[in-house]
């Protein structure tokens, strides 16, 4: 692969202007998820970076990188066609091997998809649409909180608190051996409050690496500014991702980041301030000490008040570029809290030779238990919200009835709580052996893996139902592909097989009943673990040592499977990151999640990975906008999959002057069949249409057989015009003399081997000739 950094084609160089080259066309191709490379885009084993980085770029046949300007030196087959320019961005989500870190990130992804998928309202500045916000970003700040504390729990409790001070497992390990009265004689660092400060650096590095990921993001991708343009009105009514700071999210990111740095770290220094001041409370030391700890539990308080605050009083805005940062209170909270753990750790440092650890740390229980109930107050009132939402502008296309994000941000939460109790429960069997030498985890953690078998037997029936559904589909397609291929010879095994990959596509028309209904058997299962947690204070095994038999067996099966399972998922886990920061491979199947997940920006979480889009958009307007300055062509735009929702987004955002000269071809795109439902506000029917008369030259090409892509559903005349009917697949139904052998089943793929594609481009370039437009399709010219 060639280079040629800074090459804009012009026709001025030849001494010719703009409107000479009015006839030049271009195609832009944008892939999907998963990534491609610029010779399969091109079709070309000699491809030319025209623009770009090593991140994403534009990329041009060899042959073509003069095109406008010397149109005869292109080869002969490519005369008369478009300029194919192919937009890579797949390193975006699947780069260097940092990205297998992004793992550890998945709760906060997870509840950041909830901050968009509220449902449709006609004014955006209704008080339910600012605190569904509020709600989502609250959700988020929980989970940050909850990470840290199973850091502080694994770090503080386990490690320091309990196997430190207990001598049969401080021996075991002896790493932990001069944090151990017993095995160091009492030495310095034997005392629970020294311990407890040495062992909470462990959270404290982690904080500060969730720190640096997400301001090391943040410069690369937030503050990537779009193309100037005019701010909006207050009372403008463009939809939403044509706003003109929609993808610069620079100014809250960057508040977030500080409050939720902050937040880590208050939490860090409650749990060891907490323990030091309640030991001297109880043995009635020093006047100064306690005195001391009331002061810094109150400083503690004034922390939290503040970080809600930070997160509570700002949220996006988008209609015009926000190119300000927040005051220095703002910006120098993580710096204060910082001061305030410093002092924390002096505070539990200082000399208490009468204390020891035994049992578990208190208040580790009480603490997660909290969250816990916090984050299902939290969903639930969210889900109130989003009901009120949708019932003020129902559309029955969407998901779950405007329910999705509740039911997402319920996942995220309890995403959030697996992977916290399977590091607490794992590093408690590492520690403890077989010896039972150590108390453990808080119950409640253990609790909540004993949900997760009735969870998955849930999860088994529904697959069951889908299973069924696809048997059921199977027959319906059975008769539809007859009627497609009517004129050609029948074969059996072959209708079987497209019918069951057509019933296979349209499963994923059911995720939103699946996904309902594990949110809400999730919300169940929860409750029912915290509440067992408080009502026992003993695992379920020992809670139901004197109930009936079945329910003793039923206890302590699902404890022990959900121990097991905990720790088999902790392991894949581990795995999976090790493999994906050492295989680019795996690192890109990984990254499918990410172009899938982070497409959003980061409204509610900013640890959660970073938004590709706020780097691929501005991309994408910036080479269309300065090609067509520069030449006066004529451009198609052309998106596959994830990349026809760029393709989208960007054509949102360009300038009227600029948009009549590009055309919209979008082929396999899940704009409506998944964004349009999962995210009404933005993707749903009004926006969709808007886009259509905002891009007058759009047309959308999709198979029966895709499980991604679909039509765009427009209301009234405007469906025609952009769907084309669903294309043939396979192209050919039995062997013929123009099809020898068997023609393969595309699904989502290959959809430019479909002569339809190249048909539609040529009609869609035709419609953008400044001379004599094109009738639309389905219209009759006068």
């Not at 427009?714 to 043939?728: F, H, K, S, T």
């Amino acid at each position: 692969m060639e280079r040629l950094q800074g090459h804009v084609p012009t026709n001025e160089a030849n001494g010719s202007g703009p409107r000479q080259a009015a006839d030049t066309a271009l195609e832009l191709l944008v892939h999907g998820v998963g990534g491609t490379t610029p010779q399969e885009m091109l079709n070309d084993p000699r491809t030319v970076r025209i623009t770009g980085d090593d991140t994403a770029a534009v990329f041009r046949r060899a042959d073509d990188v003069d095109a406008e300007t010397n149109a005869a030196r292109r080869p002969a087959e490519h005369q008369g066609k478009p300029i194919p320019e192919a937009y890579v961005w797949c390193n975006l989500t699947s780069g260097n091997g940092s990205r297998a870190l992004w793992l550890l990130l998945l709760p906060f992804m997870v509840v950041n998809l909830a901050h968009w998928m509220r449902p449709t309202v006609s004014d955006n500045r209704k008080p339910a649409v600012r605190l569904y916000g509020l709600l989502v970003r609250l959700a988020g700040l929980t989970l940050t909180v909850l990470l840290v504390a199973a850091a502080c729990e694994v770090a503080l409790d386990l490690a320091a608190w309990q196997c430190a001070g207990t001598p049969d497992c401080a021996r075991e390990h002896s790493w932990l051996g001069f944090l151990s009265p017993a095995v160091s004689d009492d030495g310095w660092w034997s005392q629970p409050g020294r311990r407890l400060a040495l062992a909470a650096l462990v959270p404290t590095a982690l904080t500060g690496l969730l720190w640096y990921l997400a301001h090391r993001t943040w410069s690369a991708y937030e503050s990537q500014r779009p193309r100037p343009r005019e701010d909006e009105p207050e009372e403008g009514s463009r939809a939403g991702l044509g706003r003109p700071g929609f993808w610069y999210g620079r100014r809250l990111v960057a508040r977030l980041r500080v409050a939720h740095t902050a937040a880590g770290l208050l939490t860090i220094a409650a749990a060891v301030g907490a323990a030091a001041a309640r030991h001297d409370r109880e043995a009635g030391g020093p006047v100064v000490l306690d005195v001391l700890g009331w002061l810094l539990n109150g400083a503690f308080a004034l922390g939290a008040v503040l970080v809600l605050w930070v997160v509570c009083s700002r949220g996006r805005s988008e209609r015009r570029l926000d190119r300000h940062l927040d005051a220095a209170l703002v910006r120098r909270l993580p710096l204060g809290s910082l001061a305030l753990l410093v002092l924390t750790f002096g505070y539990a440092g200082w000399s208490r030779p009468e204390w020891r650890s035994d049992h578990r740390l208190v208040g580790g229980g009480t603490a997660f238990g909290t969250l816990a109930l916090v984050e299902c107050l939290l969903v639930i009132v969210l889900g109130v919200v989003a009901h009120v939402l949708y019932r003020a502008q129902p559309d029955p296309r969407t998901a779950m009835r405007g329910l999705a994000g509740p039911a997402v941000a319920m996942l995220a939460c309890a995403l959030g709580g697996v992977m916290s109790g399977g590091v607490s429960q794992r590093v408690a069997d590492w520690l403890d052996g077989t010896g039972h030498t150590i108390a453990g985890p808080p119950v409640l953690l253990t609790w909540q893996a004993s949900v997760i078998p009735p969870l998955l037997l849930v999860l088994f029936v529904l697959v069951g139902w889908l299973a069924r559904r696809t048997v059921v589909l199977r027959r319906t397609e059975t008769a539809a592909v007859d009627l497609a291929y009517e004129d050609e010879p029948k074969d059996e095994a072959t209708t079987r097989r497209i019918a069951s990959i057509r019933a296979m596509a349209s499963l994923t028309d059911r995720a939103p009943r699946i996904i309902g209904i594990t949110s809400v058997v999730t919300l169940v299962l929860g409750g029912l673990a915290v509440a067992g947690a408080l009502a026992t204070k003993d695992a379920p095994g020992e809670a139901a040592h004197d109930a009936y038999p079945v329910v003793r067996g039923a206890a302590e099966t699902a404890q022990a499977l959900g121990s097991w399972l905990v720790g088999v998922g902790f392991i894949l886990f581990v795995t999976w990151g090790r493999r994906a920061y050492k295989d680019p491979t795996a690192r890109r199947t990984i990254g499918i999640l990410w172009d899938v997940g982070t497409f959003w920006p980061r409204a509610a979480h900013p640890f959660a990975p970073p938004c590709y889009a706020e780097r691929a958009v501005p991309d994408l307007t910036w080479r269309i906008a300065g090609w067509i300055r520069a030449t006066g062509g004529r451009l198609v735009l052309s998106g596959h999959s994830q990349g026809s929702v760029l393709a989208a987004a960007a054509a949102w955002q360009l300038e009227p002057a600029v948009r009549k000269r590009v055309a919209l071809l979008t082929y396999g795109s899940p704009l409506e069949r998944l964004y349009g439902r999962w995210f009404p506000a933005h993707f749903g029917p009004a926006a969709l249409s808007g886009l259509h008369r905002d891009v007058d030259c759009w047309r959308n090409l999709y198979r029966a057989t895709d499980p991604i892509g679909g039509p765009m559903r427009l209301p009234g005349d405007c469906g025609p015009q952009v769907d084309r009917e669903a294309l043939e697949d396979p192209l050919a139904y039995c062997r013929s003399e123009k099809h020898p052998l068997p023609a393969p089943i595309l699904g989502h793929s290959d959809y430019q081997a479909d002569p339809v594609f190249a048909e539609e481009r040529e009609k869609l370039l035709a419609r953008l000739r400044p001379d004599v437009p094109a009738p639309r399709p389905g219209t009759d010219p006068d």
